[in-house]
Structure formats: structure tokens, C-alpha cells
């Protein structure tokens, strides 16, 4: 199936450990981004990658580091975790294009949540 | 940062009944886009739109774009119980790299 996939679906952690979460589209999408939803589910946009490069970094700690290894890839990895950063982790993608339509369109995987304990 | 002010924040309905929510900024939107989230589930897109004025449907929803560019609305007709969940607005401002900003969303409930 056509998608925009994560790995894992849950995740539980004790404080202060490293931990990595995947997303993977293939969807031919060369923009992707990564959004955390709070308690409440307001989502905030965190990170955006167009063809591997960095184009959006919200005010996040710098113990969030995204990395693309592809256009069909971007990861997020935590470091030193802490619990405010348990929430529920979206990964989306868009395809870019000239047209204002469709290309403005982000679609979203299932979500990780993430426990930190 | 640039807030979206989303209402009602929950409905709680009979079945059969229509819905309305809206979404209201101080600043102007390029685009306007209406998800809706299922528990456990990431973001679905319901209905998009790019133009001033612009009101499409999907099914037994509709959405507008506002006049002014700082609002829209989406109504569902004839609600069923499978239209519950947390319906969310979102805009991209002009020049912000496609970044969305969103509401925070409206929980439907429908009693059957």
C-alpha cells in the first residue's frame, strides 16, 4: 500500500536514554516532516526536509536531530529524553510543485507515541 | 507563534444532525485544510483549499474558504456515528515554506 509509515508505534523509555524513530514514504513525496501532537492534541510542526535538506526547524531542543537519508526517509533521533518529550510523534510528506494545489497537501503516518518514564 | 482559533472545542450530537465548526486568525492563510483524527490514527485530509471564496464538498462535508482569507468552516451534514473523532483546521501562511499552522481541534462525539 501507498503510504507514510513509522516505526515504532509505541515506544516506552526510561529518562535519559537515546531512542530513534523512522518514517518512510512511498508516495514519491520530496518533502517530510515531523509534528508533535501534546496531551491535549495540539500538533506543532518540528522539522521539514526537501530532498534531504533542512528547511524548517522550529524551536526545538537540540536534542532532537532529524536526519534524510533519502527523500523517502526522515528519522528523528532524541537524545537524553526527558518527560515533557512523551507525546505522540507524526511523520508527513507533500510533494513540492509549481502548482499551489495538491503540492500543498501534507499527508501523515499513524503516529509513535513515545512514553518516557 | 501564530495561533488558530478553532471552535467549539467539542460537540456532542444526536446522529442525523448537521455540525458546523470554524476557525478563525488575525492573519492571512494561502491554503486552508481540514483533517480529521481517529484514536490511535495520524491526521486524515478531508478537503483543501487554495482559493479565496472557495467551498467544496467531500461526501456530506463542506468546507469554505473565507472571504478575507482569515477564516473557514466545515460542515458535516447528516451525522453518523463513524463521524466522530477530532476534526482539525489548518492554514500555510504566505512565505512560510509550506509550514502549517493548526487549530486545536474540535472532539465530535455522535450518539447514536
Known amino acids: 500500500d501507498t503510504a507514510v509509515s513509522q516505526t515504532p508505534k509505541y515506544l516506552v523509555t526510561q529518562m535519559g536514554n537515546d531512542k530513534s524513530i523512522k518514517c518512510e514514504q512511498n508516495l514519491g513525496h520530496d518533502t517530510m516532516y515531523w509534528y508533535k501532537q501534546d496531551s491535549k492534541k495540539f500538533l506543532k510542526i518540528m522539522f521539514s526536509y526537501n530532498n534531504k535538506e533542512l528547511i524548517i526547524n522550529e524551536t526545538v531542543p537540540n536534542r532532537f536531530s532529524p536526519k534524510s537519508p533519502d527523500k523517502a526517509h526522515l528519522n528523528l533521533h532524541i537524545n537524553s529524553l526527558e518527560l515533557g518529550d512523551s507525546a505522540v510523534y507524526f511523520c508527513a510528506s507533500r510533494h513540492t510543485g509549481t502548482s499551489g494545489r495538491a503540492s500543498d497537501t501534507q499527508y501523515f503516518g499513524p503516529g509513535t507515541r513515545l512514553t518516557v518514564l | 507563534g501564530q495561533q488558530l482559533n478553532q471552535s467549539p472545542q467539542s460537540m456532542f450530537i444526536q446522529e442525523g444532525e448537521d455540525v458546523s465548526m470554524n476557525c478563525t486568525s488575525s492573519?492571512?492563510?494561502?491554503?486552508w485544510l481540514w483533517y480529521k483524527q481517529d484514536p490511535g490514527e495520524g491526521p486524515v485530509l478531508l478537503i483543501a483549499?487554495?482559493?479565496?471564496?472557495e467551498l467544496t464538498s467531500n461526501g456530506r462535508l463542506t468546507a469554505q474558504f473565507g472571504i478575507t482569507r482569515k477564516d473557514s468552516f466545515l460542515n458535516i451534514s447528516a451525522s453518523i456515528p463513524s463521524d466522530v473523532g477530532i476534526y482539525f483546521c489548518a492554514g500555510q501562511l504566505p512565505g512560510s515554506n509550506y509550514k502549517l499552522t493548526f487549530g486545536k481541534g474540535t472532539l465530535l462525539t455522535v450518539n447514536p
Open positions: 492573519s492571512i492563510f494561502n491554503t
Open positions: 483549499l487554495y482559493k479565496a471564496g
